[in-house]
């Protein structure tokens, strides 16, 4: 209905794929040009499946070789001003 009707995807989102969770917990991962887009795929979900969801969460999410990689570099950040504080 929603890909008919041409309002899913939306035109600045970028869909990487559709997973389910052995709870049944549908995943839909997405790349957005800004957060307004984001939010509205969540919105259009909302909106449509009124009823149908129990809840909709929406997280950010990286691969755990950049999450690793950024919480290193924070890390060291977080040292170095450290010792300049002392």
């Given at each position: ?9 939306p ?8 997973h389910l969770?052995?709870?049944y ?23 449509t ?29 977080v ?8």
């Amino acid at each position: 209905m929603l890909n008919e009707a041409g309002l899913f995807p939306p035109s600045a989102i970028g869909i990487l794929g559709y997973h389910l969770t052995p709870d049944y917990w549908g995943v839909t991962v997405f790349e957005a040009e800004s957060a307004e887009a984001a939010f509205t795929v969540i919105n259009i979900w909302r909106t449509t499946g009124t009823g149908f969801f129990k809840s909709v969460k929406m997280s950010l999410a990286l691969t755990v070789h950049d999450s690793s990689a950024l919480h290193a570099k924070m890390f060291q950040s977080v040292q170095e001003a450290a010792v300049k504080m002392k």
